[in-house]
């Protein structure tokens, strides 16, 4: 079982950043790979982007390529997503999940999620 935590949202102006994070519990987070999903009011749940187990491997969704970046930290059990250049319609939902095998943009192959953090972006 993995338990995962996200905190870091919060209320930021368009052309701002925020930084997300999201703990994890459990001794093998370092085998998982580990997505950022968000949903906003009356839409799925989409793909932001992922990570390997190693960090090696980023994977985005063309809508924040270049405004988003993925990272982790396997001593802390933690990955990360800072955002940049953050514009109203990236106002959702975030959630980080994580997966027992490969990459994947499907958020039905995730195994495990957190509860997730609100992000609002002011015009």
């Known amino acids: 079982q993995v338990q995962l935590v996200e905190s870091g949202g919060g209320l930021v102006q368009a052309g701002g950043s925020l930084g997300l994070s999201c703990a994890a519990s459990g001794r093998t987070f370092s085998s998982y790979f580990m997505g950022w999903f968000r949903q906003a009011p009356g839409k799925e749940r989409e793909f932001v982007a992922g990570i390997s187990w190693s960090g090696s491997l980023t994977y985005y969704a063309d809508f924040v390529k270049g405004r988003f970046t993925i990272s982790r930290d396997n001593v802390k059990n933690t990955v990360f997503l800072q955002m940049n250049s953050l514009q109203p319609d990236d106002t959702a939902g975030y959630y980080c999940?994580?997966?027992?095998?490969?990459?994947?943009?499907?958020?039905?192959?995730?195994?495990?999620w957190g509860q997730g953090t609100q992000v609002t972006v002011s015009s």
């Open positions: 999940a994580a997966r027992t095998r490969g990459a994947s943009r499907r958020e039905y192959e995730y195994d495990y």
